[in-house]
């Protein structure tokens, strides 16, 4: 029996273990300052040193960023301590370090592998993909190799309206089915990687194909999901690198991009922008901001500008959206997009809502009473996610129109479909109580949400609003007309009138009305403008009988 075990253990099979399983064992001695290494050391970027070196050999082998753990592990510590060290080599590969210091505290030994071999790389359990640290390590060992790399990140636009909707269960199988889109649509040598709630990453080797587009046409593609057909839109960064000793770490670029993506995000729906020095700033600004914004409605900085709605069949001007914008005291003037973020993660956003509310509703009263012929006009106002809940809003909007003398429906109130799906049967309760105290009610970016069909006949809705991205992308793609399409004829259907947001040109218009919707809002009539303006675009309407629309956008 014991001399099998030496049969089994001669030096032959040690060396040939050890080169099956891509691991080298090392020995260090600190006294003769000598690093031994047996096994398949030039494998695994070693072989310099193999099979002895002196310290600063090895030293010279690591990264500079991981020369100090190499340091580390060629210290020596009482007998019995542990080595553990990560080091990255100079244009090569990750290594994994781990041993024992000997009973004299001067000699260490151990095994050393690389780090891409000692485990099966960790998998997102729905997706499939590597979750963020395991993507991170991949692209890090790719950028320690010379070329030019691109990195895009894309965020999946509404994904608290998905799971709000849908409920988690079917949101994550949204998650689940753009995870195998990834992995389909990509070679081999792109690392692929899960990298928040919400993100997907591809890194990879520059190519003629851009990678935010190649991204997106990966993942933003119709699917159905548990009975519902919904269409993924997706905010996209993206950042380039030069890999070698001098690039950038996986970290790095990430953030890079990450940066990308929040500048996307500015830009609406399906968005894309590219890394640029100019966004660096951004992170002070926001905090900065953030400061600013507190006492901004007090203050009498948050104003109230108003776009007009037209009815596309006559031209007519039919009433006006109430949106908010930032008169900031340093920066000018601020669009939505560069301070709701900010107002809804400081709990501001129902204060906002009451505010433009006020504004909305006082202005529409002196419209109405200044201008007999504008007496049929609207005005809507966006109520923020969860403001339906707040307890003073039916009283709120009672006294409002009664204060502002306001006939029913002429002050019309704008609500998404997620704050309806949270619990459809408060909702129900809630919004019947707003439509008797006189509000008239919108269905907002209708589209975009997943509501049941058996709620919406139910709910005391007025009017149908379709989301701007569908309007200004159904020209080029089909599925954006397909929902276009539906949603005016489920308006039709159900008696609802249809606001498309969006309308850019005469084009547009033209088609939207071709398809029975009623009413168009858009840069193709005006943005959104200061009361002074709008009235002058109130007045000019009713002398000429429409309102013009550009021929092109």
Known sequence: MGQGLRNVWDAAVVLEALGAGEAALFSWDADADILRLIGPATALGLGAAAPQCRSAAARALATPADRAQLDRLLTPAEPGARVAARTGLVGGQTLIWRGL?????????????????????????????????????????????????????????????????????????????????????????????????????????????DGARALREALERPMRVAGYDLLPTFAIGAARATGGVAGPSAAELVRRAELAVESAKTEGLGS?????????????????????????????????????????????????????????????????????????????????????????????????????????????????????????????VGGLIGDCGLPPGALKLEVTESDIMRDPERAAKILAELRAAGAALALDDFGTGFSSLSYLTRLPFDTLKIDRYFVRTMGANPGSAKIVRSVVHLGADLGLEVVAEGVENAVMAGQLLKLGCHYGQGFGYAPALPPKDAEVYLNESYLDGAAPVKARG
Do not use: C
């Open 101 to 209: 210091w000997l009973e004299e505290g001067r000699r260490a030994a151990g095994v050393v592998a690389a780090e891409a071999h000692l485990a099966a790389p960790p998998k997102d359990p729905l997706t499939g993909l590597p979750p963020r640290a395991a993507f991170l390590a991949s692209v890090n060992a790719r950028l320690s190799e010379p070329g030019e790399y691109e990195l895009a990140i894309a965020d999946l636009d509404r994904l608290k309206r998905i799971n709000e909707a849908l409920g988690p269960e079917r949101g994550d199988l949204v998650l689940a089915g753009l995870g195998s889109r990834l992995a389909a649509s990509f070679a081999a040598e792109a690392q692929l990687g899960r990298i928040g709630d919400d993100g997907f990453a591809v890194f990879r080797a520059v190519t003629d194909v």
């Open 272 to 396: 894309s922008a590219a890394y640029g020095a100019g966004l660096e700033s951004h992170g002070l600004s926001r905090l900065e901001l953030e400061a600013d914004l507190r006492g901004a409605i007090g203050r009498g900085e948050i104003l109230a500008f108003f776009q007009p709605i037209v009815r596309l069949a006559s031209g007519e001007l039919a009433g006006f959206e109430a949106l908010a914008r930032w008169r900031h005291p340093r920066k000018g003037l601020l669009a939505p997009d560069d301070f709701l973020g900010a107002m809804a993660e400081m709990g501001l956003m129902a204060q906002l809502g009451a505010h433009m509310m006020r504004l909305a509703a006082h202005q529409l009263a002196r419209w109405r009473r200044d201008h007999p012929r504008a007496a049929g006009i609207t005005v809507a106002v966006n109520l923020s996610t969860g403001e339906i809940d707040r307890p003073d809003l039916v009283a709120e």
